[in-house]
């Protein structure tokens, strides 16, 4: 089955950046969308960026602003996420989904059948 392995998280001041990583193995995510979500503490998890797992299709929430950039490196098996001029209010525990889907990742809701990484911390301050 599908593993995600998050990566490249960490503390950084107001205004600065971090690129996060997925790493994906196990089974291929060929059909799948793939995601980047946070839980900002004591809040719900909150979509911040999709797209399909094939490239293009993609979603960004309003709060990204332009700021945020998902991509992939399909050679690598690798999802990211880099995030410029951080806020912080983009601080909390982000996380790389997977669910497969049959219609445009924008629609897809990522529900009981996602997968998730294990999270990797976000703090700006």
């Known amino acids: 089955h599908v593993q995600l392995v998050e990566s490249g998280g960490g503390s950084v001041q107001v205004g600065g950046s971090l690129k996060l990583s997925c790493a994906i193995s196990?089974?291929?995510?060929?059909?799948?969308?793939l995601g980047w979500f946070r839980q900002p503490p004591g809040k719900e998890r909150e979509r911040v960026a999709s797209m399909e797992s094939l490239g293009g299709n993609t979603y960004y929430a309003d709060f990204t602003k332009g700021r945020f950039t998902i991509s992939q490196d399909n050679a690598k098996n690798e999802l990211y996420l880099q995030m410029n001029t951080l806020e912080p209010d983009d601080t909390g525990m982000y996380y790389c989904?997977?669910?497969?889907?049959?219609?445009?990742?924008?629609?897809?809701?990522?529900?009981?059948?996602?997968?998730w990484g294990q999270g990797t911390q976000v703090t700006v301050s």
């Open positions: 196990g089974y291929s995510v060929k059909g799948y969308c």
């Open positions: 989904a997977a669910v497969k889907s049959a219609i445009s990742c924008t629609l897809t809701y990522f529900g009981p059948s996602t997968i």
